[in-house]
């Protein structure tokens, strides 16, 4: 049982360092906002966040929450 549990610790902690990393390597290759201004005609007048959230999931499929986009954008 003490395998197990060993198992399911360092699973789970590979899982939450990958996810932590996951944003990181959206903003090397996701879409640029840099010199956008938010809710104007370039980003479809919506937020920078959100129009990098849209266009990430054009991009992967994946939808980031609005947090992880927020975070994205400010360290572009």
Not at 13 to 40: E, I, W
């Amino acid at each position: 049982m003490k395998t197990m549990q060993k198992l399911a610790v360092t699973v789970l902690g590979v899982v939450m360092l990958s996810a932590a990393f996951a944003g990181v390597a959206l903003a090397q290759h996701g879409p640029n906002t840099v010199g956008l201004t938010a809710f104007s005609a370039p980003p479809d007048y919506m937020s920078l966040a959100g129009y990098f959230r849209f266009k990430s999931h054009g991009m992967t499929n994946h939808w980031l929450t609005y947090k992880e986009s927020t975070k994205i954008v400010a360290a572009q």
